[in-house]
T-cell receptor, first 111, second 113 residues
Framework: KQEVTQIPAALSVPEGENLVLNCSFT??????LQWFRQDPGKGLTSLLL?????REQTSGRLNASLDKSSGRSTLYIAASQPGDSATYLC??????????FGTGTKLQVIP | EAGVAQSPRYKIIEKRQSVAFWCNPI?????LYWYQQILGQGPKLLIQ????????DSQLPKDRFSAERLKGVDSTLKIQPAKLEDSAVYLC???????????FGPGTRLTVT
């Protein structure tokens, strides 16, 4: 059974700081990994999707990396802004296309 | 392009009552997902459809939950009878077949009293 862990559960940083969010998974036989942000009371917004054959994806100030062999992905946010405050979730698609989410990292960027 | 639509946005019911949620995916998206998200947790997949066929419903409590996608487009998730522990946000998502990049609706917040 796939287990997905996100550490830390919560993170508070000053505006302008670069930061890294972590996602670990137990079964390395995955098809892809997707990063989302979730604002309070709202649905999930897709940030980046990394296919199993890829090592990283970039979108603006965001960079996501994937190391299948070690069961890890990181989301790097450059020059953080207060608008980046949200909960960040990773989701792994594994065998039989089954999707498993992590519990998320709640990020607060302090002005 | 219109996003994933869900209704209602909020629902309050008493335990043992029944409730239904509706989802309309992005046009052309063959894959549709229902998730349950309990406060403070990540979403848990309840059921995944490919067109109108079920791909995975291993975590759907089938004694009380049911879902259908009759024409391969919109979908309904039903709970009957509801329990207190069903209080959660129910999220619907869709993706193109083969791409698997999921797009989520705003969710339905269910409170069972």
């Amino acid at each position: 059974k796939q287990e997905v862990t996100q550490i830390p559960a919560a993170l508070s940083v000053p505006e302008g700081e670069n930061l890294v969010l972590n996602c670990s998974f137990t079964d390395s036989a995955i098809y892809n990994l997707q990063w989302f942000r979730q604002d309070p009371g709202k649905g999930l917004t897709s940030l980046l999707l990394i296919q199993s054959s890829q090592r990283e994806q970039t979108s603006g100030r965001l960079n996501a990396s994937l190391d299948k062999s070690s069961g890890r992905s990181t989301l790097y946010i450059a020059a953080s802004q207060p608008g980046d405050s949200a909960t960040y979730l990773c989701a792994v698609r594994g065998g039989y296309q089954k999707v498993t989410f992590g519990t998320g990292t709640k990020l607060q960027v302090i002005p | 392009e219109a996003g994933v639509a869900q209704s209602p946005r909020y629902k309050i019911i008493e335990k043992r009552q029944s409730v239904a949620f509706w989802c309309n995916p992005i046009s052309g998206h063959a894959t549709l997902y229902w998730y349950q998200q309990i406060l403070g947790q990540g979403p848990k997949l309840l059921i995944q459809f490919q067109n109108n066929g079920v791909v995975d419903d291993s975590q759907l409590p089938k004694d009380r939950f049911s879902a259908e996608r009759l024409k391969g487009v919109d979908s309904t998730l039903k709970i009957q009878p509801a329990k207190l522990e069903d209080s959660a946000v129910y999220l619907c998502a869709s993706s193109l077949a083969g791409s698997y990049e999921q797009y989520f609706g705003p969710g339905t917040r269910l409170t069972v009293t």
